[in-house]
């Protein structure tokens, strides 16, 4: 079983900052990949970055120059720096992994969430 624990959403002004963290634990052997997606009332779950094992990272167009998404494998951790922000980004915002068991099954798993509100 893993688990995915998410902090750091929360109310900000627009060109304010945010930083979310996302801490994953359980029966992890291997990390493919980790990153953020969002979501809004009505429109479907929308990749916003991803950070591979290597390190390579994607974004989605709309954040490019502004989110920088960062990992830490010792930690199984990933973090997501979001500056400037705008009303757009508005979302609930979830974490996700892409790992392998001990027993080499790969599954992706997700976050319970966090709320991220800016404020125009």
């Known amino acids: 079983q893993v688990q995915l624990v998410e902090s750091g959403g929360g109310l900000v002004q627009a060109g304010g900052s945010l930083r979310l963290s996302c801490a994953a634990s359980?029966?992890?052997?291997?990390?493919?990949?980790m990153g953020w997606y969002r979501q809004t009332p009505g429109k479907r779950r929308e990749l916003v970055a991803t950070v591979s094992s290597s390190g390579n990272t994607n974004y989605v167009d709309s954040v490019k120059g502004r989110f920088t998404i960062s990992r830490d494998n010792g930690k199984n951790t990933v973090s997501l720096q979001m500056s400037s922000l705008k009303p757009e980004d508005t979302a609930v915002y979830y974490c996700y992994l892409d790992f392998r068991t001990p027993f080499g099954r790969r599954y992706d798993s997700w976050g319970q969430g966090t709320q991220v509100t800016v404020a125009s």
């Open positions: 359980g029966s992890i052997f291997s990390i493919n990949a």
